[in-house]
């Protein structure tokens, strides 16, 4: 069934709602969708409903929620991604594929070796975009949970915050990413490094602070996908026997 999301105000059974002029566009001109079909409606908070077109009203698809609906297609584990900021279509890619195999919480991080630094006055301008990157790849996958891009800090602030967590870096030779998740339950801080990788000095400030150092295997990745096979690989680990099958 088709999916769409509402997120700029609470669902609730028996109400009438307006998808988006390009929502709208799109299930129209693109999908030939037709009055009265069914269709899924989602808050991008895991909340899911049933939805039934009723027709256009000024460009815009009005939907009926009929009843509320279980889609259990979350991972059950929570990754909170911690990327150095690199450059634009690369971190871009990283939003992206992340958020498309199912990442829980993005807060993007100024590492020493970062080639980006970001204007405060654009800061907020960036944010939105990186969201709505977010947001187009949930819809491609039909999540139920859009993930939430947080405001880039230092990594400093970073470590502070999480409190333990995994850092990958490509110079660690004891351990491998699949040993050191086996210490996490539920949730997972993950720290991805920029183009140049991670300093000694932010290595040994990791160390220092509870934050498990572990490589991704013997080949060196490109940051964007050092993210994404890190980030699947923590997610298929932590599944249940019966959800690898």
Known sequence: MRKFFILDQP???NRKYLLSKDDSHHYEKVLRGNKNENIIICDGKNQNYDGKVLGMINDQLQVLLIS?????NEPSTKIHLYPALIKTEKFDYLLQKCSEVGVFEITPVF?????????SKKIEKKISRWNRIVVEACKQCQRS??????????????ITQSQEGIIAYVNEEKLY?????????KSVNL?????????????????ENNITIAHLGSL??????????????????????????
């Not at 509320?68 to 259990?72: E, G, R, S, T, V």
């Not at 060196?220 to 099958?245: C, F, G, P, W």
């Open 145 to 158: 949970y859009i993930p939430i891009v947080n405001k880039p800090i230092s990594f400093e602030k970073a």
């Open 11 to 13: 669902l609730n059974v």
């Open 111 to 119: 590492a020493e070796r970062s080639l980006i630094k970001l204007d």
């Open 177 to 185: 990413i699949k040993q050191a998740i086996t210490k996490f339950d």
């Open 68 to 72: 509320k609906i279980l889609i259990d």
């Open 220 to 245: 060196i990745l490109r940051a964007e996908t050092a993210a994404v096979v890190a980030t699947s690989l923590i997610l298929y680990e932590k599944m249940d026997n019966d959800e690898k099958q």
């Open 191 to 207: 720290f991805i490094g920029p183009e140049g990788g991670f300093s000694k000095r932010e290595i040994k400030l990791a160390s």
